[in-house]
């Protein structure tokens, strides 16, 4: 059965599937999973995450601010795109908002992989969060 429409207002969706509507719905969401993490990990306060919007509101700092090593990443719009950058890795990765196949506004890395917001915070957080 396929889960695309037969009939979809595209114009009206993409254009309300724009970075800067993505990025607010994320940090909303990372302040969430930060809060999540330190409540199921019953984190010690030197190992409690910590997630500040910069003043610039284009840029959310993730990370633990009194952990030695600190690791931090750092998630903002940059032009037309979203960007990871994860200090402790040394890796940064930008994905797109695009409207997919299916009519959902989605996040889509430069190798055409598409993600949903959560696999996006999964992929830019679990690091930081887990270890992973």
């Not at 429409?5 to 302040?31: G, N, T, Y």
């Not at 019953?42 to 009194?66: F, R, W």
């Not at 959902?104 to 957080?125: N, S």
Request: with cysteine.
């Amino acid at each position: 059965m396929s889960t695309i429409p037969q009939e979809l207002d595209w114009v009206s969706k993409r254009a309300a599937c724009h970075v800067e509507q993505v990025f607010h719905e994320l940090c909303a969401e990372i302040m969430k999973d930060v809060e999540a993490v330190n409540l199921a990990r019953k984190l010690k306060e030197y190992d409690l995450v910590s997630a500040n919007i910069l003043s610039d509101h284009s840029t959310i700092v993730i990370g633990q601010p009194m952990h030695v090593p600190r690791v931090v990443v750092k998630i903002g719009i940059v032009g037309d795109a979203i960007m990871v950058s994860d200090d402790s890795r040394k890796t940064d990765w930008i994905a797109k908002a695009s409207l997919n196949c299916e009519g959902r506004c989605i996040l889509k890395l430069d190798d055409g992989t598409e993600l949903e917001r959560w696999q996006f915070r999964k992929r830019a957080l679990g690091h930081l969060f887990f270890g992973d």
